[in-house]
């Protein structure tokens, strides 16, 4: 039996003003997530009688306050809306709370629970490596500046403020691994968010508490690919802080244009081995790469003459699968991984010779594969290949 362990599941849920951002997240909870609104938790540190209100006044005096003595949100942003210093001395209040208060409701939540955090400006903000997975819910301005003169009777130029005030559509769908469209029917959206919730969240919650690795996609080329790497690097990169390792994209799907496996390779460069392990370890883990069991290596060049050994881990994310390679910085496995990936990109020739061998090893080799198709002599030749391309054109890692 598998014991169970690890971090809950935190998923960030962002979209404008009017998209419905807020009636997706009322049916992720009819079906079991934990809600965590951000705007109410702010509210909530800022509340009469709370040391945050306090210190708000001390900083702003009571003008900030209205008739009851809560905080007059209209006054509050009359002082800072303009005034830079004014703004980050009122975050320097609100956020650590804010923070802090998120985390004792994410630490209060049941082991297995799937942990929704609502985040108006999520992409603003930056919190987008922060969480296992960011949904967002995308709808068109039209449908949007309907919606508030309709549900909130707001006038069309306050709408468009509010809007334009916003990060727009491409910066949300830049950290979105989820984009949920809704400009149809809430029967509509409550079917993608079924779906959402049963074919991705469900089993990526329970992968995480396993320590489970999803197997690579089928064999396509996907444009996205870059953009998808982007996201999980800033995912790592957050989940390694403070330690500032080098994280690269290698393997064909950094190659554009070649069909491969829907599989990410990514590397992380370690200054040794026993770097990877611990704490390095652990908290990839709970990111949502966990280690894959055993041990691994990569064949050395030319085939025969050694290994060189990695630490190898996967991706809980059923919809994501990763190949997540931790070599030593400046180790031939670690170099090989760049000089083939510079040499594809910059050789179409090769492009089809690799996907060819790929394709033929892919049936034989382990789900997870940490070398693979290293194993084949065609990998000698590019080797060869690869390094008469980097004396020519002085090529460095």
């Known amino acids: 039996m598998i014991r169970l362990t690890g971090p809950v599941l935190r998923v960030g849920l962002t979209g404008g003003i009017g998209s419905g951002k807020s009636a997706v997240a009322a049916r992720l909870v009819e079906r079991g997530a934990v ?3 951000a705007d109410r938790v702010a509210r909530e540190v800022v509340a009469p009688g709370t040391e945050g209100l306090a210190e708000i006044v001390a900083a702003f005096s009571e003008r900030v306050l209205d008739a009851e003595g809560a905080l007059d949100r209209a006054a509050l942003g009359a002082v800072v809306f303009a005034d830079e210093t004014a ?3 009122l975050e320097a209040i609100t956020h650590p709370r804010v923070r802090a208060r ?3 409701l994410v ?6 629970a799937i942990v929704v955090n609502d985040v108006p400006l999520l992409v603003e903000v930056g919190l987008a490596p922060t969480y296992h997975l960011v949904v967002v819910v995308q709808t068109a301005v039209p449908t949007r500046l309907e919606r508030l003169a309709r549900d909130r009777g707001m006038d069309r130029a306050e709408a468009e403020r509010r809007i334009a005030a916003q990060a727009d559509d491409a910066r949300r769908r830049a950290v979105a691994d989820v984009v949920l469209t809704n400009d149809g029917s809430l029967a509509a959206l409550h079917a ?12 990526y919650e329970h992968n995480l508490r396993a320590r489970r690795v999803v197997p690579p996609g089928r064999v396509e080329v996907d444009p996205t690919w870059p953009e998808q790497y982007a996201r999980l690097a800033a995912r790592i990169r957050h989940a390694l802080a403070p330690a500032d390792l080098r994280i690269d994209h290698i393997g064909a799907t950094a190659v554009p244009g070649l069909a491969t496996e829907d599989v990410m390779d990514v590397q992380v460069a370690v200054p040794t081995l026993a770097d990877a392990d611990g704490t390095l370890a652990d908290r990839l883990a709970n990111a949502g790469f966990p280690r894959v069991p055993g041990q691994w290596w990569d064949d050395a060049r030319p085939a025969g003459s050694g290994r060189w050994e990695k630490r190898l881990h996967g991706s809980a994310d059923p919809a994501r699968p990763v190949r997540l390679h931790v070599r030593v910085a400046g180790s031939p496995g670690w170099r090989y991984a760049l000089l083939t990936r510079d040499h594809l990109r910059a050789d179409p020739g090769r492009r089809a010779g690799y996907l060819l061998h790929q394709r033929e090893l892919a049936d034989a080799a382990p789900v997870v594969s940490g070398s693979g198709t290293a194993r084949d002599p065609w990998f000698d030749e590019e080797y060869l290949r690869a390094e008469r391309w980097a004396a020519q054109n002085g090529w460095r890692p």
């Open 192 to 203: 993608e968010v079924d779906r959402l919730w049963h074919k991705r969240l469900l089993p």
């Open 87 to 89: 703004r980050r001395r």
């Open 35 to 37: 809600l965590v609104d």
């Open 107 to 112: 630490a209060a939540a049941a082991p297995d």
């Open 102 to 104: 998120t985390a004792e």
